[in-house]
Structures are given as structure tokens and as C-alpha cells.
């Protein structure tokens, strides 16, 4: 019998069912074990020939499933040479082995995709993109649009076939030690690019000072906080968002909404001045 082998179109078909739905009727129940059943049809239908045996290979991606799905790609990759290989005879792969390859990844994965992808990429891409979008310009919003499309893009399809490429030999890179190592590194690098965006794009100020009865300013606030820790206002109110988010599980928009109750106060009080610039 000669040797099973997945065509370029069946992997392209593959890749792109991955790409365009991993969320494919996502639930809390489910989350993205129909994208996955999406992204194995087109290399089953190929590697089996009757209805019978791809009924049976397709039962092993019901199992549940759910990771960054960006660089969650390599899973699918790793598993669609599993399949091949299963597909081929290979004693040593078989669904149980497959699902516990890909139960195993997930979690590794998912720290490694949040922390370069949510944590890294999107705030420096996002932080470009306000720069250039000074003044009202449409370039920033083009740039984010096109730099995202064309990195997630080309960064998924290298994954999913360095994923197919590699195999089952992918999991001694992706879980153990030198998985921790970069999830740490990665979780550091992101740690650093948010707290620079957040000191570039975020300003909080304040208006508040003395005069005497001759009318000279004697406290100038701004000024004595400027010469302690610079920046200090803004680096309190960044925390103050974290901490309501992270650790009293506040929703974005209620954070926003306290934020604006905040800063309405201050203007009434004359902690802050409406007329400065944040």
C-alpha cells in the first residue's frame, strides 16, 4: 500500500477553516471544538477512504478544545501530521494519543498566545496606531487594519505548517521548562510594552494650588508632585484600573463609568481643571 500523504490543497483547506472559523458555533460548552472539527474534514475526507473510517477519525476532535486560537494554529498543524501518521499505520498514534497531545497543549498555548499576542503585539501595534493617527489622520486606523491582517495571516499559516511539519516532536518545544522560560519572557516583554503605552498615551494632571491674599501662587500641586515622582497622577490612576479590573473583577466599562465619576468630582472640587489636556 503506498504511503498516505496530505495534499497542499487539503492543508490549505484545512488552514483556512481554522483561520476564517475557530470560533464556529463557540458555547461555554463546546468553545472551539467545531472549528476544530472544521479544520480536520478536508484531511480526513482525504486520508480515508470510506465513510465508516472518517466517522471514526472524526470522533476524536469532539473532545472538548479551547487555547488562543492565533497561536493555537500549531495544534491543529501538529495534529494534522498525527493524522497523517495514523492514517499511514503508525501503531504509536491513536485518538487517545492525539487527544492528550491536544489536551495538552492547550493550556501552554493559551499563556503563550495571550501573552505575546493580546499582551504584546496588539498594544505596540496599537500604540503605532495612535501615533499615527495624530490629528485626526486616517493613516492610523489603516495601518493597525492592515499590520494586523497581514502579521495574524502569515504568523497563523507559519504555525499550522511548522505544526504539521514537526509533528508529535512539537510537544518537547511547547510544554516543560523551556515552555515556562517563554512564557515568562513573553509575559515580561508585554509587561514592559503596556507600561510604556500607558506612560506615552495616558496624562492625569492636576489643577490644584494656593495663593496668598496678594494673589501669588505659593503651592503649585502639579509642580510639587513633578518634582517628587513625575508622572505620578498617571501612574496612580493606571494602577487604580488594574486593580479595579484584576482584582475586584470590575468590567471595563464600569471602570470607565467610575473613572468619569471621578474626574467630574475633581472639576467640582477643583482638583481638576476641564480646560487641561489629559
Not at 478536508?42 to 480515508?48: F, G, I, N
Not at 499505520?89 to 492547550?106: F, P, Q, S, W, Y
Not at 518537547?172 to 507600561?195: K, W
Not at 487604580?240 to 471595563?252: D, I, R, T, V
Request: with cysteine; charged share 15%.
Amino acid at each position: 500500500m503506498a504511503e498516505k500523504k496530505l495534499s497542499k490543497k487539503a492543508l490549505n483547506k484545512s488552514f483556512r477553516n481554522w483561520y476564517y472559523g475557530h470560533l464556529t458555533c463557540f458555547s461555554q460548552e463546546h468553545m472551539q471544538t467545531f472549528g476544530y472539527l472544521c479544520a480536520m474534514l478536508p484531511l480526513v475526507e482525504e486520508l480515508y477512504d470510506t465513510k465508516e473510517e472518517q466517522q471514526e477519525a472524526m470522533n476524536t476532535y469532539t473532545a472538548f478544545f479551547n487555547t488562543e486560537p492565533q497561536v493555537g494554529s500549531i495544534i491543529v498543524g501538529i495534529t494534522a501530521g498525527l493524522e497523517e501518521a495514523r492514517a499511514n499505520g503508525n501503531d504509536d498514534v491513536d485518538a487517545e494519543t492525539i487527544n492528550g497531545i491536544r489536551a495538552g497543549l492547550m493550556g501552554p498555548i493559551a499563556g503563550i498566545g495571550d501573552s505575546l499576542v493580546v499582551g504584546t503585539l496588539i498594544p505596540i501595534l496599537l500604540g503605532i496606531a495612535l501615533g499615527l493617527s495624530s490629528g485626526g489622520s486616517v493613516v492610523g486606523p489603516i495601518f493597525y487594519i492592515l499590520a494586523w491582517n497581514l502579521l495574524i495571516t502569515f504568523g497563523m499559516r507559519f504555525l499550522y505548517f511548522k505544526g504539521y511539519e514537526l509533528g508529535g516532536k512539537a510537544v518537547d518545544v511547547l510544554v516543560g521548562e523551556q515552555a515556562t522560560a517563554i512564557r515568562e519572557a513573553i509575559v515580561m516583554l508585554g509587561t514592559m510594552v503596556v507600561g510604556s503605552v500607558a506612560a506615552t498615551w495616558v496624562s492625569v494632571k492636576t489643577s490644584f494650588h494656593l495663593v496668598n491674599d496678594a494673589g501669588e501662587e505659593f503651592l503649585n500641586l502639579q509642580n510639587q508632585l513633578d518634582g517628587v515622582y513625575p508622572g505620578i497622577l498617571t501612574a496612580a490612576f493606571v494602577v487604580l484600573c488594574w486593580w479595579l479590573m484584576a482584582k475586584k473583577k470590575l468590567s471595563p466599562i464600569v471602570t470607565m463609568l467610575l473613572l468619569v465619576v471621578i474626574a467630574f468630582v475633581g472639576v467640582l472640587v477643583g482638583f481638576f481643571n476641564p480646560g487641561l489636556q489629559y
